[in-house]
């Protein structure tokens, strides 16, 4: 979340696209999906 929020807010990010970037960070960072597959975006 704290990646999420500083692609936000402080890189001033569109929503979608800093959720899509720190899912990508996720998957590479944890190999298994538990870890970051249960993030969704809700709008």
């Known amino acids: 979340m704290e ?3 500083k692609l936000w807010i402080v890189d001033q990010m569109t929503i979608p696209d800093a959720f899509r970037t720190t899912q990508a960070e996720m998957k590479e960072q944890f190999q298994n999906p538990n870890k970051w597959a249960g993030f ?3 709008g």
Request: hydrophobic share 65%; aromatic share 34%.
């Open 40 to 42: 969704v975006l809700v």
């Open 3 to 5: 990646t999420f929020y």
